[in-house]
């Protein structure tokens, strides 16, 4: 290693020994270090969950949230200020389940935020439930007698509302992982990026071995702005889940899209003066 | 002299139309108004009704007797006229002839349909009123052209003047009512719009929130102008989001607040908890309706105190406040930023819908009263990495960088239990002094509570207690009671938690009644007091049928108890 990764933290990890939650940590510090961000630029927001915790992990401005939360105060941060590179670190339960209307309209309000799903198809905080991933028929501790519930599936969803980049990655390929954070993070608008990741404990189904027999990379000559194509590729699983980018589409961002806006400086390095206002009474008078 | 006037019809016809161009009239001839709305959640149809009280003298609440009925249809008639005087008068349209029949006051039949057909348009027939009731109250027909042309423009003012001309010609008498004496020219807004303007002043930069009446004009009013402003004004999917994400934008360094209703708040309460252990200041506004659950939509109660009291699971610093006039609506959600920020804490704006809807004549707001105090640390000083968010500090109070702004500082926020750094604790110790930490903003807000507002008798011997908007109508029955030789006076609490006691425990000596007036079932103002003082009240005069206690009636229930 030439220089010490800036966004290395010397913070204890809670995390399970081979848990897929490490192997992401030090695949987002690397990619951060490779776009050349300085950690005081990085604002990591999370929910509640396993996933969760890595804001505490890595040298950068977090805000840890509520569950199901992560996405709401990571659009008022980039509303403040736009020079931060905000990401989003949570998992499947707490972006799907509890936050998955935050998802929806955020995916339709298109804000500059990096959305990362550590989408391991199990709740491992509150110990082996189902998770909105989790596939038909995987019994746990609450579906006793296997999940009833359609899979929901976060590529689809994305594409159907026109998400500007969706794409999904497996952890066990950090080569792969990287990459595509590090375009995610570059890609100006909502980037939505599921990445598999095995629990240890409490999936036995999805294990680091199952991903990597299931999941196979997308050919150079994929066409991600083919939303056809793209629905396609987000209906595959059973034999063989794609990676890589899978539906891109350029559009102006959440603030791009407020034109008056446009060469303002941004909110927070405003100067604010009580007489900038005063002209609104007039319509009182 | 004072004048109480009705406009009442059905939703669609337009009497928010007349309601608005007439007492914009009133206004710029000096009168004081105090004007307030009563109408049904539907956009057509049923029953709907403004009261415009105009005074030359200053008027603070609506009261139930009327000079003036204005009637878009027979059912205004019905509905209103026996709280008319006995020489009050209704005018309506000659169209009604048939349908109003009997009536128990005089009724003045006016061609105002057949006047807007005659000028070409029949949906001006409002504007036809307007130049009427000009006529009728001797005003000044040349401000009722210039409030036409602050609504209208082009085509559509040219045929509003030729109908307000159309009115002001029908041949009537017009009846001698007082002048107001030229004064300063006041502004005529309502409070949720002071809270608005307050919050533009103390310069927030983001507002995000849900649409929920009787919250949703404060919105409203940030949007239409937040082109001008250049701030940012987002319809969240949900009051949860809304919420989160104004606690987002004040992390990262902006002003920013969130508004709603009951329900909607509600939904807000995690993230107050949020806030509070994460130490972002926030201003949240609640204009309250009845509830619970969908309750009355667009109808008033004060019923959300002993919920927001503790809302949010767990135990947080935060201070509670409430509106009692759309003067004070400005100035204290200005200082409400100031306060978020200094303490680092969560402030609630109460108000309600009668406040929200009451368009009133105030002076026109000082800007020059409003300080903007950030207390945000510059983050010189620091050696790289040695900003530590919740630092234990003399005071209590951690220093406050906005992160990004610092190069070598970073920002860690955190809704478990934290360390000083924000990381997650699991240490007993820590978390006694965090708790400490933060509650301990509660014995420093006690300090910036402003006491009560007190009317009256210096030494009364019956002791009224209300807060927010009862205000208005605990002065006026205060004072009218005192010229008939009660001893009586009102605190009007506007500060309300942590609760400012000084003048409650002074005033109460003297009294030998305390009557909480309250617009809720269980007296919840009296329930605070007593939780903080130990001290009950004698009596309690309660509302909660959805509708604002008037003048005759907290005059008539005072005289029941005492």
Not at chain 2, 502 to 509: D, G, Q, V, W
Request: net charge negative.
């Amino acid at each position: 290693m030439d220089r010490q990764n800036p966004f290395h933290c010397q913070e204890e990890k809670a995390w399970c020994p081979g848990c897929g939650n490490h192997g992401l940590l030090e695949g987002i510090k690397e990619a951060l270090d490779q776009l050349e961000k300085d950690p005081h630029e990085v604002v990591v927001c999370s929910g509640i969950g396993q996933a969760a915790k890595l804001p505490h992990y890595i040298n950068a401005n977090g805000f840890n949230g509520l569950h199901g939360r992560s996405i709401p105060p990571a659009l008022g941060i980039k509303v403040a200020n736009p020079d931060l590179t905000v990401i989003i670190h949570s998992g499947d339960g707490d972006s799907y389940g509890e936050g998955g209307n935050h998802l929806i309209h955020n995916i339709r309000r298109n804000p500059d935020i990096t959305h990362f799903v550590h989408d391991n198809q199990i709740y491992g905080l509150t110990k082996g439930q189902a998770s909105p991933t989790t596939r038909q028929g995987h019994v746990t501790g609450i579906q006793t007698e296997g999940v009833q519930l359609e899979p929901f599936n976060p590529i689809a969803l994305a594409i159907s509302l026109d998400c500007s980049f969706v794409a999904r990655t497996f952890m066990g390929d950090k080569e792969h992982m990287v990459k595509i954070m590090k375009e995610a993070i570059q890609h100006k608008g909502y980037a939505l990026v599921d990445i598999f990741q095995p629990c240890v404990v409490f999936n036995k189904i999805n294990t680091f071995k199952w991903y990597k027999e299931n999941t196979y990379k997308l050919d150079d000559d994929y066409d991600p702005t083919d939303k056809i194509a793209a629905f396609q590729k987000s209906q595959e699983y059973d034999d063989g889940i794609p990676i890589g980018v899978i539906y891109k589409k350029e559009k102006p961002s959440f603030l791009e899209g407020i034109e008056y806006l446009k060469d303002q400086p941004s909110l927070v390095k405003r100067d604010l003066n009580p007489d900038n206002a005063k002209s609104f009474m007039e319509g009182f008078f | 002299m004072d004048y109480n006037l009705l406009i009442g019809g059905s939703a669609g016809q337009g009497i928010d139309t007349l309601g608005t161009l007439l007492e914009k009239v009133l206004q710029r001839c000096s009168y004081s108004i105090f004007s307030n709305k009563d109408y049904m959640s539907r956009i057509r149809g049923g029953h709907n009704f403004i009261q415009i009280r105009f005074s030359t003298k200053p008027v603070y609440c609506h009261k139930s007797t009327l000079d003036f009925l204005v009637a878009f249809d027979e059912i205004t008639v019905k509905e209103h006229q026996d709280r008319l005087t006995e020489d009050g008068i209704i005018f309506a349209d000659e169209d009604l002839r048939e349908r109003i029949g009997e009536a128990h006051r005089k009724v003045i039949y006016l061609p105002v349909k057949k006047g807007a057909k005659e000028v070409g348009n029949p949906k001006v027939f409002t504007t036809v009123f307007l130049g009427a009731l000009i006529r009728i109250y001797d005003l000044d027909l040349k401000i009722g052209k210039k409030v036409l042309g602050k609504y209208f423009k082009d085509e559509i003012l040219e045929v509003n003047h030729k109908a307000i001309l159309q009115g002001y010609e029908i041949n009537m008498d017009h009846f001698s009512i007082a002048k107001p004496e030229e004064q300063e020219q006041k502004i005529l807004i309502n409070a949720n719009q002071g809270i608005a303007l307050g919050a533009m002043a103390a310069g927030v930069s983001f507002y995000s929130a849900y649409p929920m009446t009787p919250s949703t004009s404060i919105m409203n009013f940030l949007a239409s102008n937040q082109r001008e402003a250049k701030i940012v004004v987002e319809q969240a999917e949900d009051e949860i989001a809304a919420i989160n994400m104004a606690i987002g934008a004040s992390y990262a360094g902006i002003r920013s607040m969130t508004g709603t209703s009951g329900g909607g708040f509600s939904l807000m309460t995690e993230a107050l908890g949020l806030a509070g252990i994460t130490e972002t200041p926030l201003v949240v506004a609640n204009v309250q309706r009845p509830g619970p659950a969908t309750g009355f939509p667009t109808r008033t109660e004060q019923s959300d105190l002993s919920f927001i009291l503790t809302a949010s699971h767990g135990e947080i610093p935060r201070m509670i406040t409430v509106i009692r006039n759309a003067e004070e609506a400005f100035y204290k959600t200005a200082k409400a930023f100031n306060l978020a920020e200094k303490y680092q804490v969560l402030v609630i704006i109460l108000n309600d819908q009668y406040l929200a809807d009451a368009n009133q004549t105030i002076n026109p707001y000082n800007f020059d009263k409003v300080a903007i105090e950030r207390n945000l640390d510059n983050g010189e000083g620091y050696d790289v990495g040695e900003y530590k968010r919740y630092q234990f500090t003399e005071d209590g109070i951690s220093p406050r960088i906005v992160p990004g702004m610092v190069k070598g500082q970073t920002v860690l926020s955190d809704s478990d239990e934290h360390d000083e750094n924000g990381n997650i604790t699991e240490s007993a110790e820590v978390r006694v002094k965090m708790v400490e930490k933060r509650m301990s903003k509660l014995s420093m807000l006690e300090k910036e509570v402003e006491e009560p507002w007190y009317m009256g008798s210096e030494e009364p011997e019956t002791l009224l207690v209300g807060w927010g908007s009862t205000y208005g109508v605990l002065k006026e029955a205060v004072e009218t009671l005192n010229h008939e030789g009660v001893s009586v006076g009102a605190l009007s609490f506007g500060d309300l938690y942590p609760l400012p006691r000084k003048a409650f425990n002074e005033k109460r000596k003297y009294a030998k009644k305390t009557i909480n007036v309250e617009q809720n079932y269980t007296g919840q103002l009296a329930k605070l007091i007593r939780q903080e003082t130990g001290i009950s009240f004698d009596e309690s005069i309660l509302k909660f049928d959805g509708r604002q206690i008037d003048l005759e009636e907290v005059i008539a229930r005072v005289k029941e108890v005492i």
